[in-house]
């Protein structure tokens, strides 16, 4: 496969991650990053040897073919227009665009210029939730009737140096931290037909817990406490918790219960982690992993614990996907309904009324263990 030549705008915390795992994947091949602040750019360049460009000289760059969006959620929808109005096919950290009208302009450019708009999370590839997929499609728990997914902490601001987005509108945790549970979900279950949620926010400020800002305290200006009820057109039911505002809880991240049994999935946030089954109370059984190259640790958490980390995963999907002329699974339209599905839980929760969604997708091809080696380089 030829390779394609890769740019970067937004050089902060997560593109050490996509500068370091890139060489892991064929057929992409960073060549140059950009930001706003040329000096942030720069020392990313030189710590992973690529060039820098200016934004507008990686826009017009005759060797890039795709950029990657690694800007803060506010500018996703400015960042990736300007990529296809250059020709040049995208791929987005989440949550991709902020809304669905801005969703809906994407996908109107991008089938307009014939380019593929891609997006995280890839996480769902992971063979954590790969085995999962394999699990629900071959019935083993029987057909999905509801389930519960948590994702709670105290928050960003003790880890981020400039955690300021994730407590403005487009971030709190339904939009920062959703997208790997909604999109896991889609992938096992598929679409989402209808949502109602309440929220709230407990703390008006946060205080950054380090970095060169630590102890400046920032406002909070989005819900940080979430509890959403989704219903899927498969009928099933599922609560999604979701906050920045608890200390401490002892639920599993993410249970779904099947017609003849239950799976207990790890964290969607990380592709590895042991998949369980039980078909009573207090009877769960790992399900055996199958050989999934995504489930290997090959990194070490921030409590020092072994991951598996194969971020660029749905980059070099997409990237094959262009080459060989078949359809990415990190899809602008699985993209556009979990932004839909997002959005509406926070709309309920404002209006404190069920929001029906008007956009659905089909679930992305599930990813096996040989079509995840063959994208290796
Ligand atoms: N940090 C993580 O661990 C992590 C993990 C997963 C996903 N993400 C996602 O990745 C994205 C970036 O997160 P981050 O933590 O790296 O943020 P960050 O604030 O550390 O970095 C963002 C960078 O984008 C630049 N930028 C902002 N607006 C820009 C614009 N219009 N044009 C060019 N550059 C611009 C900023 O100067 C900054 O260097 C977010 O959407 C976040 O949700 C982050």
Redesign the pocket.
Known sequence: MIDFGVGI???????ASYLKLAPLFRGIDVRAV????ME?AQARADEFSVRTET?AGLLAADDIDIIIN????A??F??TKQILEAGKHAYS???YVLTLEEGEALRALANEKGLRVGS?PDTFLGGAHQLARAAIDENMVGDIIGGTCHVMSRGMEAW?P?PD?FFQPGGGPVL?LGPYYVTNLVQLIGPVKSVSAMASASFMTRTIGIGPREGETVPVETPTNIHALLEFHNGALITLGASWDVCAHRHENMELYGSGGSLYLPDPNFFGGEVLQAKQVDDPTEITPRNHPFSISNAKDGQGNDRANYRCAGLADMAAGIAADRPHRCSLELATHVVEVMTAILQSAESRQWVDTVTTCDRPEPLTPDQARALFA
């Open positions: 705008i937004g050089c902060g915390n997560i593109s950009a930001d706003l602040n942030t934004i690694l800007t803060i959620p500018a996703h400015g960042v950290e989440k949550p995280a981020h400039n987005f920062d």
